[in-house]
């Protein structure tokens, strides 16, 4: 049985596979030296420690946690990037989710203003997951700053429509919410007509989850605005179907409906993304690796990255195909 990790869309495979020293991030300073384990920490991080920083003095940790996410924002190297080691944005998230720092959201947004390379880095497929409860817990008060952040044209598109796909759980644990989401989502179809000449190609994602978040919220009012969109050609349709679809969807009240996601506890988040990006691999049917010497490595079949074009022959990006 062999042990293959699968962490951020990375397959750590026989040429990859070597371990790197754990390391600290480099010239962090923090007032609490007991964040200095949570920074080397992975996710068999001891719970013990996890609530033993909770303990620390409010403020100056809360400032400590936003410090680890700006340091990591700032020296963001790709090619020193470790898969295995490389989690203390991650820790400090939670941590900040968990102590309700509602003051912390303008700091946590700024992990949407990256590249593309730091979203598959840190998040690969599992960002909504990572970031949904800081998106509706901290920030149900502030759907403002989202727009801005859905308006900019220097947010990578993936993190427009994952973000977008988040904000539809607001309402689900805040229903009064509602009420001020589908003016934001008006807002934001205007703003993306008006500024249609300025929308690359890639904008189609953010486009698709706007129509996306229009069907799943049924809001019949903002039609005229989606039927506009379709004219210009502004939308996929193999994502989101042509516009007489959504309309039935949305008048008929058919659409698919965001399911309320369950609140896990800090310990579950943990074991749910060790299972997620750890893969136990038992394949007594692979022909190549059976026959062969049973000490060698198991290595990975080839697997599309976000930024491939799509297996199936759409000639979309596999992110914006069969890798949604």
Not at 27 to 34: C, I, S
Not at 258 to 270: A, D, G, N, Q
Request: aromatic share 8%; glycine share 4%; with cysteine.
């Amino acid at each position: 049985m062999t042990e293959q990790l699968v962490k951020r869309n990375i397959i750590i495979t026989e040429g990859n596979s070597k371990k790197p020293d754990r390391r600290q991030p480099d010239t962090l300073q923090l007032q609490h030296p007991e964040l200095e384990t949570l920074c080397r920490a992975t996710l068999d991080i001891d719970p013990d420690t996890l609530q033993q920083c909770l303990q620390l003095e409010r403020v100056s940790l809360i400032r400590d946690l936003e410090h680890i996410i700006l340091h990591t924002i700032d020296t963001f190297d790709a090619k020193t990037f470790d898969t295995e080691y490389d989690f203390h944005l991650i820790h400090a998230v939670f941590l900040l989710t968990e102590l309700k720092a509602e003051e912390s959201l303008p700091v946590i947004l700024k992990i949407f203003r990256q590249n593309d390379l730091f979203y598959d880095c840190w998040f690969g497929d599992y960002f909504s997951e990572l970031l949904w409860e800081p998106i509706v817990f901290l920030g149900n008060s502030s759907l403002p700053l989202f727009g801005e952040l859905l308006k900019s044209p220097q947010v990578y598109d993936c993190f427009k429509s994952s973000l977008l796909e988040c904000l539809l759980f607001i309402p689900l644990f805040f229903p009064e919410k509602r009420d001020e989401l589908v003016p934001s989502l008006a807002d934001l179809l205007s703003f993306f007509l008006a500024h249609r000449e300025n929308r690359s190609g890639d904008n189609k994602g953010t486009a698709g989850a706007i129509v996306r978040a229009v069907t799943a919220l049924q809001c019949a009012s903002l039609l005229p605005l989606v039927k506009q969109l379709y004219d210009l050609g502004l939308i996929d349709t193999a994502l989101c179907g042509d516009y007489e679809s959504v309309e039935k969807a949305v008048i008929l009240r058919e659409g698919p409906h965001t399911e309320r996601p369950e609140i896990l506890s800090l310990e579950e988040k943990y074991r749910f993304l060790k299972k997620a990006w750890t893969r136990e691999e038992t394949d007594t049917n692979d022909d190549s690796h059976s026959e062969g010497d049973p000490s060698r490595p198991y290595i990975a079949p080839s697997k599309p990255s976000r930024n491939d074009t799509c297996p199936c022959g759409s000639g979309k990006k596999y992110k914006k195909c069969c890798g949604r």
